[in-house]
């Protein structure tokens, strides 16, 4: 039997709120931070793949946001962004919109410009989107352990042989 690769995973949740925006062609996500340094900080130490796979799950009072990078990658730190909101609105709203190609951002709110969301220039490509209910989460996938706080630093997540059992 082969030896599976282990890679350190680390839940990044840094970010304090989530942004949406686009248009019938692209849509952005947009992780919010409290100015652009963080921003910038944040993108370069945490977002290394240029390919993210997002998954929302929705509750009843709240969702779950996962956005993780396509292939982890062994032997290297591997972030997944995470966060939970309470906002289920604006992720009825991204729904009913989403289609067509879809980025993630990172953004910050200027405080001289209420109610606008600046966003930085970097970005990276989502293959694809899924909505999903927290019972239709496998146990013991990468998706179930970030959701479940199993991730600190230091520590290795082993893929398993079947994508379809490491996804969700």
């Known amino acids: 039997m082969q030896d599976r690769p282990s890679s350190p995973v680390i839940r990044f949740s840094e970010f304090i709120g989530i942004g ?3 248009d019938k ?3 952005v996500i947009a992780p919010i931070f409290d100015g652009r340094k963080s921003a910038e900080t944040a993108w370069t130490q945490v ?3 240029s390919i993210y796979h997002v998954i929302f799950i929705a509750h009843t009072t709240k969702y779950e946001f996962i956005g993780y990078p396509l292939e982890i990658k062994p032997n290297q730190v591997n972030h997944v962004l995470y966060r939970s909101f309470s906002s289920l609105g604006s992720l009825q709203k991204f729904k009913s919109a989403y289609g ?3 980025f993630i951002k990172f ?3 200027d405080l001289t410009k ?6 930085l220039s970097q970005y990276a490509t989502v293959d694809s989107v899924e909505f999903k209910r927290p019972e239709e989460i496998k146990q013991g996938t990468l998706v179930d ?3 479940m706080s199993s991730f600190v630093e230091g520590t290795s ?3 398993p042989e079947s994508d379809s059992d490491f996804i969700s």
Do not use: A, C, I
């Open 20 to 22: 949406y925006f686009g």
């Open 25 to 27: 062609n692209q849509h």
């Open 47 to 49: 977002m290394k793949s």
């Open 100 to 102: 067509g190609t879809t």
């Open 107 to 109: 953004g910050w709110h």
């Open 114 to 119: 209420p109610h606008e969301l600046d966003v």
């Open 145 to 147: 352990r970030v959701r």
């Open 157 to 159: 997540y082993t893929k």
